[in-house]
């Protein structure tokens, strides 16, 4: 069965940092795209970051670019999207999806999704 468990979030301050975790099982990890998405109570569902997990190639979207970085440890199968300078409008459940590979900036395709982790950021 395939599945997706993320992990890591909590209740932190405005300016701390996170590193979530989303541990894959049940397909051949490398080759596949992995995301985090988050989705805030009342709007949609948005990409944060992607990671092609065969040749390590990233994305990251703009509204988090240049305070997430999001990687994987093959060995484990997870990956992970690290977060630092959190803001209040970070606050959200994130999800961990898995797609095909395909272009790193297309939220399409996404068929398998984890429970989510909640973040919630305090001032």
């Known amino acids: 069965e395939v599945r997706l468990v993320e992990s890591g979030g909590g209740l932190v301050q405005a300016g701390a940092s996170l590193r979530l975790s989303c541990a894959a099982s049940g397909f051949t990890f490398e080759d596949y795209n992995l995301g985090w998405f988050r989705q805030a109570p009342g709007k949609e569902r948005e990409g944060v970051a992607c990671?092609?997990?065969?040749?390590?190639?990233?994305y990251e979207d703009h509204s988090v670019r240049g305070r997430v970085t999001i990687s994987s440890d093959n060995a484990k199968n997870t990956v992970y999207l690290q977060m630092n300078s959190l803001k209040l409008d970070d606050t959200a459940v994130y999800y961990c999806?898995?797609?095909?590979?395909?272009?790193?900036?297309?939220?399409?395709?996404?068929?398998?999704w984890g429970q989510g982790t909640q973040i919630t950021v305090s001032s």
């Open positions: 990671i092609t997990i065969k040749n390590g190639v990233t």
């Open positions: 999806g898995k797609r095909g590979t395909g272009p790193l900036t297309s939220e399409k395709g996404y068929d398998v």
